[in-house]
């Protein structure tokens, strides 16, 4: 599909203030903006708060903090300001008032008084008979509404001020064909329509109308947002039939799945989820329960964005890196998947390591600090050193210090299930003849320290020995790099250390 000069790119995000954004929501918005930096077009962002039942107060400041470190904010909209304003449905009902006017002089719309209590009665005859009721074409003359009034009953009841809602009235028996990027065509049926509500009872607009002007009115071009919308589709296609409009072009994005096959990631269960979720920390306003997210644990938005970005598209080439400006060069709907894509941790873990190979200057920053705090001081030099050997057995930043403080740290414990182990004399004798060996050796370089253990008969036994002497545990660098970076004289010193500490303990 063509984008030319002539039909602009307008996009939108349009997120409800009902709660933290999670992946599938921020995917939706990297989507929205790769593809209008794509071609050249807009990305705006509008705040859908309809729904004042599930409004949750600092949902708005969290979706434009939330974008803000990701590095796709909105060109237009809410925080930024643009030529239709106000970008805040809560804001727009007089504008909903009348359009939808329009649509009851045109008969596609009707008013329908009938009460929730009256609903619900309904739906238990239904229930009781095995069957669903449905406030439709076949029912809605046996309700309460003005298709079954005269114009001065439907007056009446108007001046008396009696609640009421508006709906949509589908023309049943009507089948056409809608068209969707990732999905090709779909054939709708209008007689498995309801006839949805337009304006509720309290005076305010639903989504599906305010969706549908607003998308109008700010020359939206493409509609991209989550899969569970697309039931939705016919609804609105007819909607913007009805007011005599042509419609943007609609994209369904894959839902995101959970790698254990347990349905879809939802936020309902984010603060008992193995892993992440949310972007940024989230703080319940009523319960102040608060969870980290993807940037409090230590990930770059840049990794997480490139993560998210492959999250069910797919470049059609074989590399996984790309920046932000790269993302937005090669971006096209066409190449979206239709089915489900699996999350999986290891692999945003994966993108972050990528990434963390070009921030060294970012962990020796880290790593100054952390000695700062313990008021050790050492030369620059001997850091880098430091860094290189261990970068590649780390994740994150804040992991530089477990994998690097045995150089600054002489062990002052050693591990305890192995340090039982070897309390005897032969473990002494080893530590003594080694420690001789390394005192006479003149070069105490990587490759020569290596050769003179090669033939070792007792190798094994012996590199566990000089390991837990250096580090304290059974872990860490290759031994014979850990001796270069410490030097003779350090190394002899712990080495003494652990024979005097197993003397001590026999």
Sequence with gaps: ????????????????????????????????????????????????????????????????????????????????????????????????RFYINQLLEKGYAYYAFDTDIDIERKRKE????????????????YLNNSLTMTKEQLNRRLQSCSSYVIRFKIKPGEKFNMYDIIRGNIIANTDHLDDKILLKSDGGATYHLANTIDDHIMKITHVLRGEEWLPSMSFHMLLYRAFGWIPPYFAHLPLILRKDGKGKISKRNADRSDYPIFPIQWKAPDT????????????????????????????????????????????????????????????????????????????????CKELKKRSIQYKKDFLWKIIYQTIDRIHFIHEIWEHSFYFFISPSSYESSF????????????????????????????????????????????????????????????????????????????????????????
Excluded at 127 to 140: A, E, I, P, Q, V
Excluded at 298 to 327: C, D, H, Q, T
Excluded at 485 to 490: A, C, F, P
């Design 419 to 506: 340090f039982n182990k070897i309390c005897h004399k032969k473990s002494i004798s080893h530590l003594e003849n080694e420690k001789i060996l390394l005192s006479n050796t003149s070069q105490f370089t990587y490759e020569n320290l290596k050769s003179l253990f090669k033939n070792n008969q007792n190798k094994r036994e012996i590199m566990q020995l000089l390991r837990l002497s250096l580090v304290g545990f059974l872990k860490g660098i290759d031994l014979f790099m850990i001796f270069e970076i410490l030097g003779k004289e350090e190394s002899i010193r712990r080495i003494e250390k652990l024979i005097n500490k197993i003397k001590e303990k026999i």
């Design 288 to 367: 102040q329960i608060v969870i980290p997210g993807y940037r409090e644990l230590g990930y770059f938005p840049e990794a997480f964005v490139n993560m998210l970005a492959l999250l069910g598209w797919n470049p059609g080439i074989k590399r996984e890196i790309f920046s932000l400006r790269e993302l937005e060069n090669f971006f096209s709907l066409e190449k979206i998947s239709k089915s489900g894509v699996f999350f999986d941790i290891k692999k945003v873990n994966w993108f972050n390591k990528k990434y963390l190979n070009k921030k060294k200057e970012e962990i020796l920053f880290f790593l």
């Design 1 to 96: 599909m063509n984008y030319d000069s002539q039909n602009f790119v307008r996009v939108r995000f349009a997120p409800s203030p009902t709660g933290p954004l999670h992946l599938g929501g921020l995917r939706t918005a990297l989507y929205n903006y790769l593809f209008a930096k794509r071609y050249g077009g807009k990305f705006i962002l509008r705040i859908e708060d309809t729904d004042k039942k599930r409004f949750v107060s600092n949902s708005e400041s969290y979706i434009l903090e939330t974008l803000k470190w990701c590095h796709i904010e909105p060109d237009e909209g809410v925080g930024y300001g643009g030529p239709y304003s106000p970008y805040y449905q809560s804001k727009r009902i007089n504008i909903y």
């Design 126 to 141: 239904y229930n009781d008979c095995g069957l669903t009721f449905s406030y439709n074409s076949k029912n809605r003359m």
